[in-house]
């Protein structure tokens, strides 16, 4: 087949691509830095005279052209499998809603139960000498959107990594049907938040739980990062990797010579991640690296895979815990902040996981827009929030004022446990609200 010939016959405008999306029609927008763009600011002018044009898609590192055209819950209705700020603020407005999931069932999802997509619009690097397309750092769930769409166009971008994986990594010409030429825009980055002395704090008391040889997965936020900035400096040796997210701190762990994957029972010497955002210095470290895997989200976050990976580590953040151990991740009452993603898979997972541990660190307090200060250990957790880890799967919980362990903990041990890691401020009060509940023994430590 001559691909090059082939490519020419497919290759088309954003204009006119995107003269095949409908009204009513749904439209898969790729993920995080595969949003389109080209073809996103292409839509956008076409899209004033359609109406309910449904979008997918999740973890927006830049306000697309959809979002900006006059009265877009007019026109159109975003669905965010994952919200990033700029997601919330499009969701207050109306016109976006958040679509619940466990992130490790997406790809099933698809196939299964959302079964058909009318259009997939996907930024790729660009096509091989095999004819093959990478979908660069997220090869996440967007191999299961192309087997149900029925348009797939691509819109290349030279500076999209070419991320190797082995399975659900790419999409081959002979499937595409337009390509698009983008304007090869820099690549989207989500640089880590600067850390805390709270950060700090939390991260010392994880990094000497961490045994050589363990594999890792890190969370989105501050928290996690500087767990990963420690580890980098730290004497650890023969980490592993395999994640949901590949963020810049693995790049600083293995360009400190921390990670082989020597000791991982799968995929042996070799760093799996569903998807991935950072700096410049991530992409460049991803690009046609073999020792780095992108593989879809099903087999990252799938809990009996994590499982056959002995001294599985993972570190992620959270909102806020209540006195019985539920954790809410990813909401503020009604409010959606994030998402679900995979942080219940990684928790059960690394605690099937031989040698495996599960931290969850949050900060002890949080300042509240009227600027009063409040604790984020709670009795429960306030009216609507999400529980993203039930209470029978949390095991270690980690704020600046010290670690424990909930497994095998009845109730009143584990709010007498809690507590003693809450701020000073705030532990009586809890002390009173446990016993009203009923969790609290007169013999508890106070």
């Not at 691909?3 to 009513?24: F, H």
């Not at 099933?108 to 750092?137: K, Q, T, W």
């Not at 996981?353 to 709670?378: E, M, P, Y």
Request: charged letters at 20%.
């Amino acid at each position: 087949m001559d691909y090059a010939a082939l490519y020419q016959q497919k290759l088309t405008t954003a204009d006119e691509a995107v003269k095949v999306v409908k009204s009513g029609d749904w439209v898969d927008y790729g993920w995080c830095v595969g949003t389109p763009d080209a073809l996103d600011r292409a839509l956008a002018k076409r899209l004033p005279d359609l109406y309910d044009v449904n979008f997918r898609g999740g973890v927006l590192l830049r306000v697309p052209a959809i979002y900006q055209i006059e009265d877009p819950a007019a026109h159109m209705t975003w669905n965010s499998w994952h919200m990033s700020g700029i997601e919330r603020k499009f969701v207050a407005t109306g016109a976006g809603f958040y679509a619940p999931m466990r992130y490790s069932e997406l790809p099933r999802f698809y196939r299964e139960n959302i079964g058909h997509v009318d259009v997939a619009m996907l930024v790729v690097a660009p096509m091989d000498s095999h004819g093959y397309f990478s979908f660069g750092p997220q090869a996440s769930h967007l191999r299961a959107v192309c087997d149900v769409a029925d348009k797939i166009i691509v819109e290349v971008n030279e500076n999209m990594p070419r991320c190797l994986g082995g399975m659900e990594d790419c999409i081959h010409i002979s499937e595409v049907d337009m390509i698009v030429q983008g304007d090869n825009p820099p690549m989207g980055e989500m640089g880590a938040v600067p850390a805390t002395d709270i950060d700090r704090k939390v991260a010392e008391l994880i990094v000497p739980e961490i045994p050589n040889g363990a594999c890792l997965q890190l969370g989105i936020g501050g928290m996690p990062n500087t767990v990963g900035a420690l580890i980098a400096d730290s004497d650890l040796k023969d980490l592993g990797v395999h994640t949901e997210m590949y963020v810049d701190a693995f790049v600083d762990i293995a360009k400190a010579g921390k990670i082989t994957g020597r000791c991982k029972n799968i995929d042996r010497g070799r760093q799996a991640y569903a998807f991935a955002a950072g700096t410049q210095k991530l992409y460049d470290y991803l690009n046609d690296n073999p020792q780095c895997a992108s593989v879809p989200v099903d087999y990252t976050n799938d809990v009996r895979v994590i499982a056959q990976i002995d001294n599985f580590i993972s570190i992620n953040n959270a909102v806020d815990i209540d006195l019985y151990g539920q954790i809410n991740a990813e909401s503020a009452g009604t409010k959606q902040i994030s998402g679900t993603g995979g942080q219940l898979d990684f928790v059960m997972g690394a605690y099937l996981s031989n040698g495996g541990k599960s931290f969850i660190c949050l900060s002890s307090t949080h300042k509240q827009k009227d600027g009063s200060v409040a604790s984020r250990i709670r009795p429960t957790l306030s009216n609507g929030s999400i529980v993203t880890d039930t209470r029978s799967a949390t095991q270690y919980i980690v704020t600046e004022y010290g670690m424990i362990n909930l497994k095998g903990k009845s109730s009143w041990e584990r709010a007498e446990a809690l507590i003693s890691i809450a701020h000073p401020d705030f532990r009586e009060q809890l002390i009173a609200e446990a016993e009203k509940m009923h969790i609290w023994k007169r013999s508890n430590k106070r």
